[in-house]
T-cell receptor
């Protein structure tokens, strides 16, 4: 158990809909990262937040957005969903910003768009 | 961040040492070598990391060559639960972004 929790575990929805994925980092961790894993793209970095502020962006679509709240939990919002958004979405956390800090991953949310 | 090259798949007998190679010939002096693994759609799990010295923890050992152009992850006594995809990742110490760039990894199968 990494100490990172994600809800829900599974999500099934239809095209065009909007969903919110939630992540609670390990106690004391200020950085939260979101990654997407699809069959054809592998594990890809989406976005990072540190202490409530956006720090880095990867290949995140404009239909996707995220935020980190004062209690440090984070939410990833996916809107106007398409079939291709079906994937595993992982959240990871680390203590701060240093690159050499270990990122601990949550169990993921499996999203299926029908 | 430097690119890494790993064999797509390997297998190992249960109880034997599993040695997973990684080539990172373009690594620079401020880049760490990290290893993560992913067991069947679970979240990636941190294993070990190192800069230039060999490292050992309760999970594995990391052997980095003197020129740092390659490394080997060693699972000393592989069990069936070690079946997973293993990712070798190189990360710059002073990068402006601390994201992890995952490659394709090595799919390790442990046979009984």
């Amino acid at each position: 158990d990494s100490g990172v929790t994600q809800t829900p575990k599974h999500l099934i929805t239809a095209t065009g809909q909007r969903v919110t994925l939630r992540c609670s980092p390990r106690s004391g961790d200020l950085s939260v990262y979101w990654y997407q894993q699809s069959l054809d793209q592998g594990l890809q970095f989406l976005i990072q937040y540190y202490n409530g502020e956006e720090r880095a962006k990867g290949n995140i679509l404009e239909r996707f957005s995220a935020q980190q709240f004062p209690d440090l939990h984070s939410e990833l919002n996916l809107s106007s969903l398409e079939l291709g958004d079906s994937a595993l979405y992982f959240c990871a956390s680390s203590t701060g910003l240093a690159v050499q800090e270990t990122q601990y991953f949550g169990p993921g949310t499996r999203l299926l768009v029908l | 961040d430097a690119k890494t090259t790993q064999p797509p798949s390997m297998d190992c007998a249960e109880g034997r040492a599993a040695n997973l190679p990684c080539n990172h010939s373009t690594i620079s002096g401020n880049e760490y070598v990290y290893w993560y693994r992913q067991i069947h759609s679970q979240g990636p799990q941190y294993i070990i990391h190192g800069l230039k010295n060999n490292e050992t923890n309760e999970m594995a050992s990391l052997i980095i060559t003197e020129d740092r152009k390659s490394s080997t992850l060693i699972l000393p006594h592989a069990t069936l639960r070690d079946t997973a995809v293993y990712y070798c990742i190189v990360r710059a110490l002073y990068s402006s972004a601390s994201k992890i760039i995952f490659g394709s990894g090595t799919r390790l199968s442990i046979r009984p």
